[in-house]
């Protein structure tokens, strides 16, 4: 079924297995979310070299970082999608239990409970933004999803199948593919400025080998509701701890914090190269997986195993591959 305007279908059926965790750009460099993990009521407005964010809450308090992996699990099944050159729609239809797992969060006791309510927070924050995505720049104000329904319940109430509309901001993103792949360990990441300095991390220094930013400055990139100085020390315990995947965090004079990346590639090693025909031979041995992700995955094997010349790569790459999704 599709509609007249887009030539789109109506809804798009999250079915693709291990896709690759991606956040929109927008969300990741500006506080849209709430750090706090106490109800939080109260209206923001962050404004950064010309780009205005208000965020006002529901009764049930503004959307938290942890209910953002709600949208990350949308962002990523479309860009999936998108990458195998299938057809996509805002109207998701989801499994409650696949995101569960795919976000790695517990699928017993009162987790579907919790789900519920970061839909509900999800869909009553709403945003005011001049933030450009897809190409387009527009004032306009829309809630972090436009909709969601529970399709079907077990007989005890609990929600089996889902269904999210996301905003036509968010889903431009995925369309202008303004987004980022994210590191699997960031649903491990259970403190919520550890989640938000990560995704500042990943979105300022990428893939160079290092970023600094001022206290100051991160603190209000950050959305952080602590003093400065509460900030400051909270900053300190993450530099010992160094739980952030791919990006170490230290201290410089200055009261600056640099970012430096972990592992980098050398730009004057080339990375092996593929015949146009092997990503059809991937998608062909792996139905319904992200292919894409997967090359980077392999790509990211063949690094750390010391970046061995290959004679025939394309038939090296497949053949990791069958014995992946094996696995």
């Known amino acids: 079924m599709t509609t007249a305007a887009s030539g789109m279908r109506d809804f798009f059926v999250c079915d693709i297995l291990d896709a690759s965790p991606k956040g929109d ?12 993990t106490r109800p939080d009521r ?7 070299n010309g780009t205005q964010v208000t965020v006002t809450p529901s009764v049930r308090g503004r959307a938290t970082i942890h209910d953002k992996d709600i949208l ?12 195998a050159g299938r057809t996509i729609a805002r109207k998701l239809t989801l499994t409650a239990h696949d995101l569960l797992i795919a976000t790695r969060r517990d699928t017993g006791g009162d987790s579907y409970t919790r789900l519920r309510d970061a839909f509900e927070r999800l869909a009553g924050t709403r945003i005011t933004t001049n933030i450009v995505t897809g190409d387009q720049e527009t004032t306009s104000g829309f809630g972090l999803i436009e909709a969601w329904e529970i399709v ?6 609990r929600m089996v199948s889902v269904t999210v509309t996301l905003s036509d901001w968010l889903f431009r993103a995925v369309t202008g593919k303004t987004v980022l792949t994210l590191s699997r360990d960031y649903f491990t990441l259970r403190k919520p400025l550890e989640r938000r300095i990560y995704e500042l991390a990943r979105k300022h220094c990428g893939g160079q080998r290092e970023w600094r ?3 100051g400055t991160l603190h209000a990139k950050a959305g952080s509701d602590a003093p400065v100085r509460v900030f400051r020390a909270a900053v300190r315990k993450m530099i010992v701890g160094d739980n952030l995947p791919d990006y170490a965090l230290s201290e410089e004079d200055g009261d600056i914090i ?11 090693v080339p990375m092996p190269r593929f015949d146009a025909t092997t990503i059809d031979a991937a998608r062909s041995a792996a139905p319904g997986w992200d292919i894409y992700a997967l090359e ?3 790509r990211a094997f063949w690094v ?8 025939a790569p394309d038939k090296a790459f497949l053949g990791w591959l069958r014995g992946r999704v094996t696995r």
């Open 258 to 268: 640099r970012v430096s990346r972990r592992r980098l590639v050398e730009d004057d």
């Open 213 to 215: 930013i001022s206290v």
């Open 152 to 157: 079907r319940k077990t007989r005890g109430g």
């Open 42 to 48: 109260t209206i923001r407005h962050y404004e950064h």
């Open 304 to 311: 750390a195993s010391g970046r061995q010349k290959l004679r």
């Open 296 to 298: 980077a995955e392999w």
């Open 25 to 36: 750009l927008g969300t990741m460099e500006h506080p849209f979310f709430s750090l706090s």
């Open 72 to 83: 990350i699990y949308c962002i990523s099944q479309l860009m999936a999608a998108v990458n």
